[in-house]
């Protein structure tokens, strides 16, 4: 079965804390450079204005945030995301808020309202005392309903943890790995797990992981999991070490089995377990940069919103702050 649609790489999203006004420029440059290789020039700059109004917002009704950037899709068409990320004091009517006109600072109101009517895909998540998240994507909207947020920590470039997603007529292949420790070496890890999955990503999830215990073993290792979506609803799951999954509803919660090891060093036979879920049901995955506490039941009106604010919630209300972090939710 070929990949109809994968991410686009295996490297962490660009991410840029919002702390002062020259973040702003730096972000939009960032976003024009990162279209510019996949849009033509009209794209690109309606990618251009949404990141500097997002950032704008970020600083001016937030004091500060983050925003991430990274492209997803296949060789043949990108999907480009802008996630903006807050804790500030959120909003209490958005519909207000993305009018133009409106403005709680003086400015001419016209940020979110912008990015919205810019954006091929566009949606919102506040509340007051609960701060924003923004995701806006330009492109060709991705036939799987998924997001994700994978960053290094704060003191490191390259990012340890690394994911990839294959889909195909309803059916979804996906595998995370995170490499022991942080760093260029971490990543190396990673790098070498995820490689083994894109060269055979509808192997049996036990199979891939056999294949990236060889594949990892010239490497320092890591954990890793993998799972596989039917669109009959069956999942199929396997993993060593402390990578998190689970399956994830409104009305209930059931953790996906990963036995201890480090895959490449320690690998013990893979064992893949069965499940089944319902069309409401989430696959959330994520390292343990992100806490196993971490569940959209703690906020259930996440569950009305994009798998793109859901991961980028629990990044944000449960990263631990002092490790790469990697969270996907595939809807």
């Not at 294949?211 to 039917?230: N, S, V, Y």
Request: charge should be negative; proline fraction near 4%; include cysteine.
């Amino acid at each position: 079965m070929d990949a109809a649609v994968k991410s686009r790489g295996y490297t962490s999203q660009l991410h840029y804390a919002i702390d002062d006004s020259s973040k702003v420029g730096e972000v939009r440059r960032a976003a024009q450079n990162q279209a510019n290789i996949e849009f033509d020039a009209q794209t690109a700059g309606r990618v251009s204005i949404a990141a500097t109004e997002l950032a704008n917002n970020l600083l001016n009704h937030a004091g500060g945030g983050e925003l991430l950037i990274q492209t997803l899709g296949d060789e043949q068409a990108a999907t480009l995301e802008l996630l903006a990320i807050d804790r500030g004091p959120g909003m209490g009517d958005i519909e207000r808020c993305l009018s133009d006109g409106y403005s709680t600072t003086g400015t001419p109101g016209t940020g979110l309202g912008a990015v919205r009517r810019l954006a091929d895909e566009f949606d919102i998540y506040t509340a007051p005392g609960d701060g924003t998240i923004v995701m806006a994507r330009f492109g060709r909207p991705l036939t799987q309903r998924f997001g994700a947020v994978c960053v290094p920590m704060p003191t490191e470039i390259d990012c340890g943890d690394a994911w990839h997603l294959v889909s195909n007529g309803g059916n979804t292949a996906i595998m995370m790995v995170d490499g022991l420790g942080h760093g260029t070496f971490a990543a190396q890890a990673a790098q070498a797990g995820i490689n083994s999955f894109t060269a055979s990503p509808w192997l049996p999830p036990k199979e891939i992981m056999q294949r990236a215990a060889t594949a990892m073993a010239r490497t320092r290792g890591g954990a890793a999991a993998c799972a596989q979506l039917d669109k009959d609803g069956a999942v199929s799951y396997a993993g060593l070490g402390n990578i998190s999954g689970m399956l994830v509803s409104r009305d209930q919660s059931q953790g996906l089995v990963s036995h201890s090891g480090i895959v490449g060093i320690q690998t013990q036979r893979v064992q893949q377990f069965e499940y089944q879920r319902t069309p409401d049901t989430l696959l959330i995955m994520h390292s343990d940069g992100v806490s196993a506490r971490g569940s959209p039941r703690e906020r259930p009106q996440l569950f009305a919103h994009h798998p793109a604010i859901i991961a980028a919630a629990l990044y944000r209300d449960f990263g631990r702050g002092h490790d790469d972090a990697c969270v996907v939710v595939v809807a």
